[in-house]
Structures are given as C-alpha cells and as structure tokens.
C-alpha cells in the first residue's frame, strides 16, 4: 500500500506540473541589446536582454554605478559603451587627469581648424597618453563595478584630417621620415591614411588587451566588441577606421553593425542615376560586416534605429526603417541584434510635422509598430535556408578602400566609390545575392566556401599583403573563376608599398597576382586558364558600368558566363526580388530598377508584422520599391501549445495548463500592446490585470478562426500587464 501510495503521489506530482508549467525568459544568452545614456525609464524599459549603458561619467545626481545599478534592478543584463574616437573626456584634454595640456591631441584640417564632435569635443588622435587614459579612467572603473562586456565603438580618423602636431609625430615614428601633407601626392594621401587605420588598430588593441588581463586578475572573463559602421559607409564617407582587421585580432570578440538609415540612404549610382537606395545599401552594409566575422567566428550583432540623426518626419523614419530592418534579418546566420540605439531620443524626442513648424513624439501607431518588430527579433532563429536567388558570387573588397578617397590627384575619381557599386549593383538589382569577400580574410577556408566566382578590381582598394595573392590563386587554382576589372590607371597603383620596395618592380598590385596565375603581367581583355580555374580580365574600372545607362550589360554577361559555362555552377536566376524563409517568419523585398516591374504576391495564411493592427492576411502584394515582413502561421512548430506569437512587448513568466494560458508582458508606458496569441480553442474567458492586481479592460480584439488566434490591445506596461485565458 506505501508502495501504491507513493505511485499515486508521483502521478499526482505529475500531473500538477501538466497543469502548470512555466517558460522564462533567459537573458544571459544576450540576443537582444540598446544603448542608452540615461538610467532606466519607464518610458524607455526596452525589454531587450542586455542595457548598454554609454559613458561611465558622473552624473550630478547620479554615479556611474548608479546608472548602471538602475538598470539591473529591473532584470537586465549590463554591459558598457563609450566613444574611442571622441567622448565626454575634458579632464584628459584640459590637463585635469595627468597634468599636461592635451588640447592639440584632436584631429586637424589643412586649414588649420579641429573636427569637433560636438562642441568642446573634439575626434581624437590617440596618443598613448589617451590610451593610458582610457585603460586607467574608464575601462578599470567599469569592470570594477561588475561589467565583462565593453563596447568601444566608431574608431574613427576623417580622411581630411591629418596635420596636427600628435599626428604629424606619430608620422615621424611609424614611417621613420618627416610627416608629408596628404594634399600634395597620392602616394602622401595613402601613406597619411595608412597611418590612421594603423593608429586606431594599435589603439584598440592596447586597451580590449588591457581590459582583458585587468578583467582577469578580478576572475572575470571581460569580452571587448567594436561598434562600427560598415567599410562601404566609411569609405562612402570619407573616413579611416580598422574595420575587417579587427575580426583577426585575439582581443576583439566581435562588433555592432552600425547601420541605419543615415548611413543606408548614402546616394550611388546605378543605371546611370545618382539617388539614395536605401534597401539595396542597407543590404550591401549589412553583408559587408557578416563577411568581416563570418571566417573568424565573431559574434556581430546588427542595429538598425527606428529614427535617425537628421531630423526628418515620422513617416520618413518609417519607410526608411521597414527598408533597413528588412536588409537585417536577410541574414540567416545573424541572429544577435542591438535593437535601437538611444530609446530616450525615440520615445521622447520631437519631429517634424511636415508642412508645419510644429513637432510631436512618436506615435502610438508607429510605437506599436516598432516594437513588434523589436520585440520579434527577441525569436528570430538562426536558420540554414538561404535568401533566394542564385548563390555563390562574391565581391572583393578591402580596408585600403578607405586609403585613397580623399583628396582627388591626377584628374582620377571615383564618385560615390563607383568602383565597389559597379562591381556589385548590378547583381544585387538582378536579385543574385551576391556576398562581399574580405580580402583580409582570404586566409581562413571558411571564406571559400560554396564560391564559384569571384569578382575584383584594384581600382578603388590596394593588397596590404602580397599573401592574399598566394590565396586567391590557389583559389583559381582548384577551380576558382576569377573576374578581374580594371585599367590599373589610377595615380595609387604607384603608391610605395610592398609591390614597388624591397626589390619588386611592380608597377600595379595586379601584376603580382597575375604572375602567380601564370599570366602575363599586363594581360588585355579575355579569357585566361590557371589549373582547374578560369580568369577573366576586363579592362575597365567598375565605375563605368553604374555611371552611364545600361552600361553593365557586358559585365553582368562576363558574370553569367564565369558563373554558368566555366564554373558549371548552374543557371543564374535572374529576378527583382530577395526573399528568406526563417523559423516562422517570411521576409521579403522587391526592388525597382530591376529586370521587371511585377509585384510579388504572397498567398497563405499571415500576420502582417508591418502593420500595427497586426491583421491576418490570405494575401500580400509587395511592389517594387518596398518589403515585406509577415508571420507565416502555416509555420507554427507546435499547434498543441498556447503562445503570443507576435506583439508590442515581451512575454515573460508564461504558463500553461489545461484549457488555460496566462502570462506577463512588459513595455514602455505610454505605448500601446497589440498582440496575438495562439489559441487551441476560441477562449471562453480573458481576465487582463495590471501590476497592482486592478483588472483593466481590453481596448480592441477579436478571435479569428482561420489563424485560431485572439487579438489583444491595451495600455503597456514596464511593472507588468497579466493575462489570464480559458477556452
């Protein structure tokens, strides 16, 4: 009888954990993320894993610690951010910190004057005094209060920089010969921005290495990260930062993707037309930092911002965030996101009414919107589809794009570094996408993977390294198409490096790569056999086939044969949309100046995540010029299990038991929650409370039977709204 007693128990244990089981939300696995300056809000309890709080300056009412404790009281993760190129540092440049007068150590123009960040703040030469500052002032004190992750984010030195005293000794010390003005020959523009990616290399490698070994002797294991724009941004913007090289460094463990729309709506060309494309280059910005830590196994977490810098209206920042969200998540294998940037600014700040002189916050329809999306992300799976299209073409690039932008010599330009777009745009327009190869990255086997061709030019770039070659043509050699464009006219081709010293007498980097392929050293147009591979050789710079009209017919044609007659890769597809599956989500954008003007149309059954109602769709028609994102309810994993599948705040401490479902939501006051949850029945009861257990009534909902999902709308909440349901 004890005996049956005890089974009886252990069933009776059993069934009440049926009755009751719980999921929680585990943050540690910090897959989402923001920055934000200020101390928690209820107006900006984001509800992401992990709060990075920016600067570790006192407040006048607040310490540093006390920011940062601010936040962990409401659950989350912390980790650090400042600025390594500018930041709120006056007792460094005043003398206040070590005694001496730093106030030179910003970054110069030819006309004498200092780029300031904003005023009093200047962009930073570092120095090994300020390294020494930074190691000492700030990355000590934020991992003695407890952080292991740092962010020292935009390494950035401006092109047209480069004449101050510190940089002008650092010149001195790192090539062995008095400082040169960048303005008067190519070669001095390239040694002088050789120079700042070197400094900004050495700098944050001395103080993630310092961070590291103090995090240590704490027993803390302290991870560093970059925030960083993209090498097609700074590159398009006239400035210097260590980019792809970072991705090899021991002391780095990976980066933030900076990209929104301030850096997306850059203008190119294409078709012959100068104009912001702000899909299309949020893409390419976005493939750009994969492929930077893809090979080398860093973690890379993709931000985009729901507003931007430049004060615009409302429906400006949305469009243009829809466009750069849905380039984000075109990334299977990238599944960390920082999803916005300063909430304060978003959900407080004033913008344009257009047509008026008056501003307002945010809208509660917008608001919604966002943070579906936001809130999304925190599901969002890795996944081993692929975007649609035809695989397996990349495009070279290198850090060096950014050593020859600025100033113009000889006559030769590069507009809107048309050299890279003319390489890749007509590609991407075709709906091929089409991956950016790192050059740096050329030595690790997983950047070779399921590349058929490859296509290149040393117009706009120069090989740091005569390595890479030896890797290309080994590349080629086991069956590697390369297509190389180029007239190899450019006034840098002659630049002292490592293809003109020491012996060598290259007169392009070129002729050192087609050497090793067996090549003559200045090959014409055609068709060329090393080993298993093929090279192609156009004597042109790509710049020529996005500046004029129709004029990358040929080179897109060369692309199809290297693709499908000598790699024997297949059929290039040719198409005006991307498009992913991914977990339960369907991801589209159609783009216009493509091969049709024909909409894509979705059929199945859909929660469209665009919109704020979150209505459930039999069809979706996405025309040229925009995208798609939509909750593919065929794709639900488990029809046996109550779940919210999608909504305006974060679902935590949920339960489930027979005929019942509850759980707990949070977000920032004064937003509004539209949610739906999956349901196997239509519910009998839903009983919504707020954090003092007051019962509060639902706005908007509805059942629909055809997806069996409920509709809730009602006030957010960062204490908590409970939701009880019984069907």
Same mark, same amino acid.
């Given at each position: 009888?004890?005996?049956?007693?005890?089974?009886?128990?252990?069933?009776?244990?059993?069934?009440?954990?049926?009755?009751?089981?719980?999921?929680?939300?585990?943050?540690? &696995? $910090?897959?989402? *993320?923001?920055?934000?300056?200020?101390? !928690? /809000? +209820? #107006?900006?309890?984001?509800?992401?894993?992990?709060?990075?709080?920016?600067?570790?300056?006192?407040?006048?009412?607040?310490?540093?610690?006390?920011?940062?404790?601010?936040?962990?009281?409401?659950?989350?993760?912390?980790?650090?951010?400042?600025?390594?190129?500018?930041?709120?540092?006056?007792?460094?440049?005043?003398?206040?910190?070590?005694?001496?007068?730093?106030?030179?150590?910003?970054?110069?123009?030819?006309?004498?004057?200092?780029?300031?960040?904003?005023?009093?703040?200047?962009?930073?030469?570092?120095?090994?005094?300020?390294?020494?500052?930074?190691?000492?002032?700030?990355?000590?004190?934020?991992?003695?209060?407890?952080?292991?992750?740092?962010?020292?984010?935009?390494?950035?030195?401006?092109?047209?920089?480069?004449?101050?005293?510190?940089? &002008? $000794?650092?010149? *001195?010390?790192?090539?062995?010969?008095? !400082? /040169? +003005? #960048?303005?008067?020959?190519?070669?001095?523009?390239?040694?002088?921005?050789?120079?700042?990616?070197?400094?900004?290399?050495?700098?944050?490698?001395?103080?993630?290495?310092?961070?590291?070994?103090?995090?240590?002797?704490?027993?803390?294991?302290?991870?560093?990260?970059?925030?960083?724009?993209?090498?097609?941004?700074?590159?398009?913007?006239?400035?210097?930062?260590?980019?792809?090289?970072?991705?090899?460094?021991?002391?780095?463990?990976?980066?933030?993707?900076?990209?929104?729309?301030?850096?997306?709506?850059?203008?190119?060309?294409?078709?012959?037309?100068?104009?912001?494309?702000?899909?299309?280059?949020?893409?390419?910005?976005?493939?750009?930092?994969?492929?930077?830590?893809?090979?080398?196994?860093?973690?890379?977490?993709?931000?985009?911002?729901?507003? $931007?810098?430049?004060?615009?209206?409302?429906?400006?920042?949305?469009?243009?965030?829809?466009?750069?969200?849905?380039?984000?998540?075109?990334?299977?294998?990238?599944?960390?996101?920082?999803?916005?940037?300063?909430?304060?600014?978003?959900?407080?700040?004033?913008?344009?009414?257009?047509?008026?002189?008056?501003?307002?916050?945010?809208?509660?329809?917008?608001?919604?919107?966002?943070?579906?999306?936001?809130?999304?992300?925190?599901?969002?799976?890795?996944?081993?589809?692929?975007?649609?299209?035809?695989?397996?073409?990349?495009?070279?690039?290198?850090?060096?794009?950014?050593?020859?932008?600025?100033?113009?010599?000889?006559?030769?330009?590069?507009?809107?570094?048309?050299?890279?777009?003319?390489?890749?745009?007509?590609?991407?327009?075709?709906?091929?996408?089409?991956?950016?190869?790192?050059?740096?990255?050329?030595?690790?086997?997983?950047?070779?993977?399921?590349?058929?061709?490859?296509?290149?030019?040393?117009?706009?770039?120069?090989?740091?390294?005569?390595?890479?070659?030896?890797?290309?043509?080994?590349?080629?050699?086991?069956?590697?198409?390369?297509?190389?464009?180029?007239?190899?006219?450019?006034?840098?081709?002659?630049?002292?490096?490592?293809?003109?010293?020491?012996?060598?007498?290259?007169?392009?980097?070129?002729?050192?790569?087609?050497?090793?392929?067996?090549?003559?050293?200045?090959?014409?147009?055609?068709?060329?056999?090393?080993?298993?591979?093929?090279?192609?050789?156009?004597?042109?710079?790509?710049?020529?086939?996005?500046?004029?009209?129709?004029?990358?017919?040929?080179?897109?044609?060369?692309?199809?044969?290297?693709?499908?007659?000598?790699?024997?890769?297949?059929?290039?597809?040719?198409?005006?949309?991307?498009?992913?599956?991914?977990?339960?989500?369907?991801?589209?954008?159609?783009?216009?100046?493509?091969?049709?003007?024909?909409?894509?149309?979705?059929?199945?059954?859909?929660?469209?995540?665009?919109?704020?109602?979150?209505?459930?769709?039999?069809?979706?028609?996405?025309?040229?010029?925009?995208?798609?994102?939509?909750?593919?309810?065929?794709?639900?994993?488990?029809?046996?299990?109550?779940?919210?599948?999608?909504?305006?705040?974060?679902?935590?401490?949920?339960?489930?038991?027979?005929?019942?479902?509850?759980?707990?939501?949070?977000?920032?006051?004064?937003?509004?929650?539209?949610?739906?949850?999956?349901?196997?029945?239509?519910?009998?009861?839903?009983?919504?409370?707020?954090?003092?257990?007051?019962?509060?009534?639902?706005?908007?909902?509805?059942?629909?039977?055809?997806?069996?999902?409920?509709?809730?709308?009602?006030?957010?909440?960062?204490?908590?709204?409970?939701?009880?349901?019984?069907?």
């Amino acid at each position: 009888m004890k005996k049956l007693s005890l089974l009886g128990l252990t069933l009776i244990c059993c069934v009440s954990c049926i009755e009751a089981q719980q999921k929680t939300v585990d943050r540690t &696995k $910090e897959k989402t *993320a923001f920055q934000t300056s200020g101390a !928690w /809000r +209820p #107006q900006t309890d984001v509800r992401a894993d992990v709060a990075i709080v920016y600067g570790a300056q006192d407040r006048p009412d607040m310490t540093f610690e006390q920011r940062l404790q601010s936040w962990r009281d409401r659950g989350y993760v912390t980790h650090f951010m400042t600025g390594i190129a500018w930041g709120g540092y006056n007792d460094y440049f005043d003398g206040s910190w070590d005694g001496k007068d730093h106030s030179s150590e910003g970054q110069v123009q030819q006309n004498g004057d200092t780029l300031w960040h904003h005023p009093g703040v200047p962009y930073i030469v570092p120095t090994r005094d300020f390294i020494e500052y930074m190691k000492q002032e700030h990355i000590k004190r934020v991992i003695d209060a407890g952080v292991d992750a740092i962010f020292l984010e935009e390494p950035e030195f401006f092109m047209r920089a480069g004449y101050s005293k510190a940089f &002008k $000794e650092a010149w *001195a010390e790192y090539y062995g010969f008095p !400082w /040169r +003005p #960048q303005h008067e020959s190519p070669e001095n523009t390239y040694l002088s921005n050789k120079l700042k990616y070197h400094m900004y290399y050495k700098a944050l490698e001395e103080v993630f290495t310092f961070a590291k070994e103090y995090g240590k002797s704490k027993g803390m294991n302290v991870r560093c990260y970059v925030p960083t724009h993209s090498l097609v941004n700074y590159t398009a913007w006239n400035i210097v930062s260590p980019e792809a090289s970072l991705a090899s460094m021991p002391c780095v463990d990976g980066y933030i993707a900076q990209v929104w729309t301030g850096t997306s709506r850059q203008p190119n060309y294409y078709n012959g037309i100068l104009k912001s494309r702000v899909f299309e280059n949020a893409y390419l910005e976005y493939n750009c930092m994969r492929s930077m830590t893809a090979p080398t196994g860093r973690k890379v977490f993709f931000l985009t911002d729901p507003i $931007e810098d430049a004060p615009r209206d409302w429906n400006d920042y949305k469009v243009n965030y829809q466009a750069t969200f849905t380039a984000k998540v075109l990334f299977p294998q990238v599944a960390d996101f920082e999803v916005m940037p300063w909430p304060d600014r978003i959900y407080t700040g004033l913008y344009a009414i257009p047509g008026t002189d008056k501003k307002e916050k945010i809208s509660r329809e917008y608001s919604t919107q966002m943070q579906v999306m936001v809130n999304s992300l925190n599901q969002m799976p890795v996944s081993e589809n692929k975007v649609s299209g035809t695989h397996g073409i990349g495009v070279l690039m290198s850090n060096s794009l950014m050593f020859q932008g600025f100033p113009n010599h000889d006559g030769y330009e590069d507009p809107a570094i048309s050299n890279f777009y003319g390489l890749v745009m007509p590609l991407i327009k075709r709906g091929i996408p089409a991956d950016i190869v790192h050059i740096e990255n050329v030595g690790y086997p997983e950047t070779w993977k399921d590349l058929k061709v490859l296509a290149m030019t040393y117009s706009n770039m120069k090989p740091l390294d005569p390595e890479y070659h030896k890797h290309i043509a080994e590349w080629v050699k086991n069956g590697g198409v390369l297509v190389y464009s180029g007239a190899d006219k450019d006034p840098y081709q002659s630049v002292m490096e490592w293809w003109n010293t020491k012996g060598k007498i290259y007169k392009a980097p070129s002729e050192h790569l087609f050497e090793m392929m067996g090549m003559q050293l200045d090959p014409e147009d055609g068709t060329y056999k090393y080993g298993k591979g093929t090279v192609y050789v156009l004597r042109k710079d790509p710049k020529e086939y996005v500046m004029t009209q129709g004029n990358d017919t040929h080179y897109f044609g060369v692309i199809k044969n290297a693709y499908e007659k000598s790699a024997k890769a297949g059929k290039i597809i040719e198409q005006n949309f991307l498009q992913l599956e991914r977990g339960p989500f369907l991801i589209s954008a159609v783009m216009d100046e493509s091969v049709s003007d024909r909409p894509l149309e979705l059929k199945g059954l859909y929660i469209d995540l665009f919109d704020p109602e979150l209505p459930v769709l039999y069809h979706k028609t996405v025309k040229p010029g925009e995208q798609s994102y939509l909750y593919d309810l065929n794709k639900i994993e488990d029809k046996n299990t109550p779940q919210v599948l999608c909504g305006a705040s974060r679902v935590e401490q949920e339960q489930y038991g027979k005929n019942k479902y509850s759980f707990m939501v949070k977000s920032p006051i004064e937003t509004t929650n539209v949610s739906r949850v999956y349901l196997p029945k239509q519910p009998k009861s839903i009983v919504i409370k707020d954090s003092k257990g007051t019962e509060i009534a639902v706005a908007k909902g509805g059942w629909n039977p055809a997806s069996k999902t409920q509709l809730l709308t009602f006030e957010n909440d960062p204490d908590g709204i409970f939701v009880d349901i019984t069907w």
